[in-house]
Every structure is written in C-alpha cells, then in structure tokens.
C-alpha cells in the first residue's frame, strides 16, 4: 500500500511542478503583450508577482519533496525511537504535536521570505517583527491547547471503537463546524481589533441591505487589518448566532458605499444560494472519504514504516497525505466553486448594479495586484473564481486596452 500512497505523490508532485512552470510561462508571455484589465504599469507589477510567487511555489514543491521522502524513509521511525511513552494518548499528543512542529520548522524560512521580503517588495506587507512573534506565539498556544486536546479525542475514539473512523469523522467534522462558528470571536479576542463601522452612513446602508435579504448577523465590524497588509478584503464570518460582517479597514479605504454594497451583495447571493451549507456539505463528504481510506489502512503499510498501527501513526500518516488526496479532489471542488461564483455575482449585480460591481472588482484587482489572465491548467487545478476576464465578460464588461 506504501507504494500506492508515494507514486500518489510523485503524481501530485510532477503535476504541481507542470503547472507552476505552466503558469509561469503563461504569464511572462502575456506581459509583452498589450494589458489588459489592470492599468499598464499595475498589470506589469501584477506579472511580475505571480511570477515571483511561482518562483516561490516551485522551491517549495522540491522541498517537500524532499521532507516527504526524509519521514517515509526514517523520519516516522526516528522520531518513533525517540518518543519512550508507555500511555497511548499522550504518546499520540507529543508525536502528532513535535510532527507538526517540525514540518513549521522546516516550512519558516519560506513563509518568512513571503511575508519580509516578496510581500514588503510588492507593498503589500506591513508586519513588523515583533507582531510576527507576537501573532505566532498566540497561534502556537492555541494549537498546543486546542490542537491537542483535538488529537486527544481521535486517539481515544481510535483507541474504544471497531469502526473508529466512522465515529472519528463526527467527533473532527463537529470541531470544524465549531471553529467556523468561534472564528469571528477568537479573531476579534486575540488577533484583530474589532470595532463598529465609523463610517455610520455605510453601517446604515449595509443593514439596510442585509435586512432586505433576511440575512441576520450580529452586526457590521471594521478590522485593523492594515498592520499586517494592505491587501483589501471583506468576509462573513461565523455561524448561527456568531454570524457577522467584517471589513478590513483597507476596503472601507479604499472602494466607494455602492462599491462595497455591490461586494457584499456578492457575498450574500452564497448565502441566499445555499451555498455556505453546499460547502459544508463537501467538505463533509470529503472528509468522510478521508477516514473511510485512512480507517482502513492495512497493517502492512505500517510494517513497512517501521510503525505500530496506534493512534499516533495512523494520525500522522492522515496528515501526510491527505493534502494529496485534496490535490486531486480540488479540480471537481474549484469548478463548483467558481460556478457558484457566477450565480452570487449575478445575485450581486442585481442587488446594487453590475456597473458597481465591476468597478468594485476593477479596484480589488489593481490594489490587490492579482493578474488577470492564467493558463488553462492553473485554473484547472487552483482557481476557486473565475479568472478576473471571465468575470467581468460575464457581467458584460469588455476588456479591451486597459487605460
């Protein structure tokens, strides 16, 4: 079975490395030619970017090529020796948790490059190095609480039942309805300043049209999310009764009340679609999927890595592939996703205006530096939208020169 699982990877990782260099290629192709959507010097910005972050992308696939091998071979196995705990849920906590611990080690001196150096380059970061620590010794203090205590209660669900996974699945599928529903407020606690809209004449439209939807929520907040980047952004955030709107103080900047009216109309046409409880429901589907293959391993895949089949190993090894399994299942996912993307859009434009729409999208595309156009494949693989192009045509704009 271990030989399934690595030629699995070899696959996701020649196709990931194709498509980066794809993409790349497109790319630099497209900028000699006339720009279109962006302004001229924003859409040679906006290339030069993703090219960069390809750049970034294709590093990153050879080291985990690389880190992959290194615990398939004797990674698992070393760090297996070195752990002498007799009690099983707590030997599964210190093993899972020093596993994830060393794949963060590992991915550092990437996600530092992106944040300090690419993303200072292209103007969008502002983190400072003492909110970096900051926000990474919060985010570690809530995966050692939390995190373990999740890893906790799978391991003693693998431990008590036969059809472990079964259960295993309701027992994760619940945390990640939970986490969706206290993100808002855990944000709002230890990461973000939330405060009411300043602008009160914005608050007065946005309820007016949430109201005109039925769509309830705790209320319309503004984030200071510029200390970090200057990136524009907007989301609905929570569930149920934690339900809210959230700005980042960067939009509320930057675009004009009927071009953040006509963003979040976009927005709440994913809600009157349905489309909140869809994704649910997929993501549901997958990760039943999931434990279905990973509660089901035979004990010669462990053998074979040097493992005993506890609830530490099957675990880790869930970690380790997953993601390539998500890799193949994302093309089916995306184009749901982007075809949803039409529907809230339609929805969108027919709240506020198509116009308002389109130069809402115009706005986030030049600050936001996304390049407009992408190889067939790319999208294939990574686009949950609809590349800008797409979007725009279908809202009747036409994208000729940009001026």
Same mark, same amino acid.
Request: charged share 20%.
């Given at each position: 079975?271990?030989?399934?699982?690595?030629?699995?990877?070899?696959l996701?990782? @020649?196709?990931? @490395?194709y498509t980066?260099?794809?993409q790349?290629?497109?790319?630099k192709?497209?900028?000699?030619k006339?720009a279109v959507i962006?302004?001229?010097?924003?859409?040679?910005e906006?290339?030069?970017?993703s090219?960069?972050?390809?750049?970034?992308?294709?590093?990153?696939?050879c080291?985990?090529?690389?880190?992959?091998? *290194?615990?398939? @071979?004797?990674?698992?196995e070393?760090?297996? !020796?070195?752990?002498?705990i007799?009690?099983?849920l707590l030997?599964?906590? $210190?093993?899972v948790d020093?596993?994830?611990i060393?794949n963060?080690?590992?991915?550092l001196?990437?996600e530092l490059y992106?944040?300090f150096k690419?993303?200072?380059?292209y103007g969008?970061?502002?983190m400072?190095f003492s909110l970096?620590?900051?926000?990474?010794i919060?985010?570690?203090?809530?995966?050692?609480?939390?995190?373990? &205590?999740?890893?906790a209660?799978?391991?003693?669900?693998?431990k008590?039942?036969?059809?472990?996974?079964?259960w295993?699945? $309701?027992?994760i599928?619940a945390?990640?309805?939970?986490?969706n529903m206290?993100?808002?407020?855990?944000?709002d606690?230890?990461?973000?300043? *939330?405060e009411?809209?300043?602008d009160?004449?914005?608050?007065?439209?946005?309820?007016?049209l949430?109201?005109?939807?039925? *769509?309830k929520? =705790?209320?319309?907040? !503004?984030?200071?999310?510029?200390?970090?980047?200057n990136r524009?952004?907007?989301?609905f955030?929570? #569930?149920g009764?934690t339900?809210?709107v $959230?700005?980042?103080?960067t939009?509320?900047e930057?675009l004009?009340?009927n071009?953040?009216?006509a963003?979040?109309g976009?927005?709440l046409?994913?809600?009157k679609n349905g489309d909140?409880i869809?994704?649910?429901?997929?993501m549901?589907? @997958?990760l039943? $999927?999931? /434990? &279905?293959?990973?509660?089901?391993l035979?004990?010669?895949?462990?053998?074979?890595l040097?493992?005993?089949?506890?609830?530490?190993?099957?675990i880790?090894?869930?970690?380790?592939?997953?993601?390539?399994?998500? /890799? /193949? #299942?994302?093309p089916?996912i995306?184009?749901?996703s982007?075809?949803?993307?039409? &529907?809230?859009?339609e929805f969108g434009?027919?709240?506020?205006?198509?116009?308002?729409?389109v130069?809402? #999208?115009?706005?986030?595309a030049?600050?936001?530096? =996304?390049f407009?156009?992408?190889h067939p494949?790319?999208v294939f693989?990574?686009?949950?939208?609809?590349p800008?192009?797409e979007?725009?045509?279908?809202?009747?704009?036409k994208?000729?020169d940009?001026t």
């Open positions: 079975m271990l030989e399934i699982f690595i030629i699995g990877y070899i996701y990782y @020649v196709i990931a @490395v980066s260099i794809s790349k290629n497109f790319v192709s497209a900028m000699k006339t962006l302004e001229k010097d924003k859409y040679t906006a290339g030069h970017y090219m960069d972050k390809e750049t970034i992308s294709l590093i990153s696939h080291y985990d090529l690389i880190l992959f091998l *290194f615990w398939i @071979v004797f990674g698992l070393l760090l297996d !020796q070195a752990i002498n007799e009690n099983g030997k599964a906590i $210190v093993f020093l596993f994830i060393i963060w080690i590992f991915g001196p990437f992106s944040t690419l993303d200072k380059d969008f970061s502002n400072t970096y620590v900051k926000d990474t919060k985010t570690g203090f809530l995966f050692l609480l939390f995190g373990s &205590a999740v890893i209660g799978i391991s003693f669900i693998i008590s039942f036969d059809t472990w996974w079964i295993g699945f $309701v027992f599928f945390i990640l309805i939970l986490i206290l993100y808002p407020i855990i944000r606690k230890m990461f973000d300043k *939330f009411p809209l300043k009160k004449e914005l608050e007065s439209k946005i309820e007016k949430l109201s005109g939807v039925g *769509f929520s =705790s209320g319309v907040f !503004q984030i200071d999310a510029s200390k970090r980047d524009l952004n907007a989301y955030g929570g #569930l009764s339900k809210r $959230v700005l980042y103080d939009l509320v930057k004009t009340h071009e953040l009216l963003v979040l976009h927005e046409g994913h809600f909140i869809k994704n649910i429901g997929i549901g589907l @997958v039943f $999927v999931f /434990f &279905a293959i990973f509660g089901n035979s004990n010669e895949l462990f053998e074979t040097h493992l005993t089949n506890e609830p530490y190993s099957i880790v090894l869930f970690l380790i592939f997953s993601p390539i399994l998500s /890799f /193949f #299942l994302m089916l995306s184009a749901i982007r075809h949803n993307e039409y &529907a809230a859009d434009s027919n709240l506020s205006s198509k116009e308002d729409l130069s809402a #999208l115009l706005k986030l030049n600050e936001n530096k =996304s407009p156009l992408s494949i790319y693989f990574y686009y949950s939208h609809p800008l192009v979007r725009l045509k279908e809202l009747g704009y994208s000729g940009s």
